[in-house]
Each structure stands twice: as structure tokens, then as C-alpha cells.
């Protein structure tokens, strides 16, 4: 008998998962989020993972208020116990995970910053080959969740439809990470850990993206090297004195200059002691030069509102790359966009 399965209609609902797992194969409980207002009892089982947290949100989807509680209280905990057992204060941690709105916020990036944990982006429509959750997790559990819902389906044949009630899902969960032997299987095969870059061997990539990655890196390289160059030669001229120019020694000296606009009216006033010496003495290169320098000294210490602009923040391009979020740039963005919201 051929047994049909619909798997979409308005009846259809979802749970996210948030799972952690460690290159070393350990793990964390899983954190499961359900749509509702509250957790009801019924949706827990005694047989899901040990210390297996729940929670609800409008749309089952993971909201920032949650990860960020997640964050605190689970994966720091965890990872300022592993510093304590193995004496290492100062380790560096690394969470790899995808690029869900939810896990980015100024907060969430702080606090990483703070605890010396560096945040990495998976690139997107990638994850399928490089998360390696989706591998010995999120893989396995979904084939074992349509295998269920395929015998429930048979077994309900000519009878009232019910539904599968939500424990279940979070008791197959719970079997999965007790029986999980290949979870470091799942860092070797995407090249992660150990890193092996071979796992994508370039003929896998398309042509023309592969040439522009390599178009784009030469140049991203060559600008820096400008840059660098640039300041070398800045520093090096920075103390350096035109030896025709000479400075103005005549007898005393003294102009007003006038500046005005709509809004600004300012009386500016220059004086200068020189020696009695003749009026042909000096060139009309050498005033302007002298007036020139006095009105750049004044900006300096006198600059008007016109004169301060406000130093623009680079804005990041949406790169379908990974990317490392615990950076000044990407902190800098974060909170161009939080002011605009208030």
C-alpha cells in the first residue's frame, strides 16, 4: 500500500533548535523553542536530553533577547569552566554559527569582545557543506522525524488524523546526541577541524565568482600596501623644511581681516614684529606664504562649525562570505544603526 504524506497546510507547525557541539565531540544541552506564549508541560518529555531547556516565542522562531540569554548564561559558563579545568585564562574561544539576525546585535558582540570570544559567520546557502551540525545533527534528526511521521501516518490510516505530539520530537532529539559517535566526524568532513582547505578543490567553484574572489583580494592587498607606503612617506616629510622659504623679518606689521557670512561674523586679528629693514626686502611670495600659514594656525585652534565634519563610518557591503563579527568595523556599523533607531 502506497501511503501519500502532505507536509505542508495551515495546520503545519515548526520548533527550532539550538544546538552546540564542540570539535572535540562534546556538547551542550539543547535549547528548544516552541510557538506559544508559555512552555506547556505536555510539550517536554523525561526522555529528551538531560537538562534540555524550553522556551516560546511568537513565531518558533529564535529571537536576540533569547541567544543572548543563551549566550550568557550556557556557552560562557561553559567556556570560563573548560578555562579554569585546563589552566588556560587567556584561550581565545571560537563560535561558528550562521548568520541569523538573532545572533548579531551590538550587545551580543560586546560581550563576546569582553570575554575574549570570537564570533564567525558561516556564509550563506553554504551551510549544507561546511555547518557541521547539519551533518551528525540536524541530518539524522530529520530523517529520523520523517521515518516517524511516515509509521504514525500508516498506522492512522482510516482513522481521525491526529498530530504527533510535541515530546516526541524532543525525545528522538535526546536519542540522537546520547548515540552521536561521529560528531567529530562532521568538523573533519567540512574542512573545519582540522582545517583542510582541499575539501573544496577550486573546479568545484564557479569561473567567473572564483576570478573576481582572486581580483578582489590582489587589490584589497595592493590598497593596503599604498596605505602603508603612504604613511612611511608621511612620516618621513613630516619634519622636512623648505629651505626657499624664509621667514619674514621687517618691521612691525599688523592687518584685520574681516570674515562674515549669514550666521557667522567673526573679527580676526594677526600682528607681526619685524625688523627696519626695506620695503624690497621681501617677496610678494613670502606674504602670502606668511598669511597663509597664520590662517591655517587659526582654523586650527578656531574651528567653526563648518569647518567640523563628522568622520563618516565605512559602511559594510552584504557579503555572501564568512565573515569575523567581533570587529571594530562591524561594531562601528552596528552602532550607526542603533542611533538611527532612536
Known amino acids: 500500500m502506497t501511503l501519500s504524506r502532505v507536509s505542508g497546510g495551515s495546520g503545519r507547525e515548526s520548533i527550532s533548535v539550538l544546538a552546540y557541539i564542540s570539535a572535540n565531540g562534546s556538547f551542550l544541552s539543547p535549547f528548544m523553542l516552541f510557538k506559544g506564549s508559555a512552555v506547556q508541560a505536555r510539550w517536554t ?26 549566550f550568557e548564561t550556557m556557552f ?19 563560535l561558528l554559527f550562521d548568520g541569523h539576525c538573532s545572533h548579531i546585535s551590538l550587545r551580543n558582540l560586546n560581550l563576546a569582545i569582553d570575554k575574549n570570544i570570537a564570533l564567525v559567520k558561516f556564509p550563506s546557502h553554504l551551510t549544507d557543506r561546511i555547518q557541521p551540525l547539519d551533518k551528525c545533527v540536524f541530518g539524522p534528526l530529520k530523517t529520523e522525524w520523517n521515518k516517524l511521521l511516515i509509521k504514525f501516518g500508516k498506522q492512522m490510516v482510516g482513522k481521525t488524523i491526529g498530530r504527533l505530539t510535541k515530546c516526541k520530537f524532543s525525545e528522538i532529539l535526546g536519542a540522537l546526541l546520547v548515540n552521536i559517535d561521529e560528531t567529530v566526524s562532521g568538523f573533519v568532513f567540512t574542512g573545519l577541524f582540522p582545517h583542510d582547505k582541499t575539501k573544496f578543490p577550486e573546479n568545484e567553484f564557479d569561473t567567473i565568482d572564483l576570478k573576481n574572489y582572486y581580483t578582489n583580494l590582489h587589490n584589497d ?66 606674504i602670502i606664504g606668511f598669511f597663509s600659514n597664520q590662517l591655517l594656525q587659526y582654523k586650527q585652534q578656531n574651528p567653526s562649525t563648518t569647518d567640523v565634519a563628522k568622520t563618516p563610518i565605512p559602511r559594510l557591503k552584504t557579503a555572501r562570505y564568512g565573515k569575523v563579527l567581533t570587529t571594530t568595523e562591524v561594531l562601528n556599523r552596528l552602532k550607526e544603526a542603533q542611533e538611527k533607531k532612536i
Request: aromatic share 8%; no cysteine.
Open 45 to 70: 518529555s523525561e526522555n529528551a536530553y538531560p537538562g534540555t531547556l524550553y522556551s516560546t516565542s511568537k513565531n518558533d522562531w529564535m529571537e536576540e533577547p533569547l541567544f543572548f540569554n543563551w
Open 76 to 94: 560562557i559558563r561553559n567556556i570560563e569552566t573548560l578555562r579554569i579545568l585546563k589552566n588556560k585564562p587567556n584561550q581565545t574561544a571560537v
Open 221 to 286: 592587498n595592493s590598497e593596503e600596501n599604498n596605505a602603508a607606503l603612504n604613511n612611511e612617506l608621511n612620516l618621513e616629510t613630516s619634519d622636512t623644511v623648505n629651505p626657499n622659504i624664509e621667514e619674514p623679518t621687517h618691521s612691525s606689521l599688523s592687518t584685520n581681516l574681516q570674515a562674515s557670512s549669514s550666521s557667522i561674523s567673526q573679527e580676526v586679528s594677526f600682528s607681526i614684529d619685524i625688523e627696519n629693514t626695506s620695503s624690497n626686502s621681501f617677496s610678494p611670495r613670502d
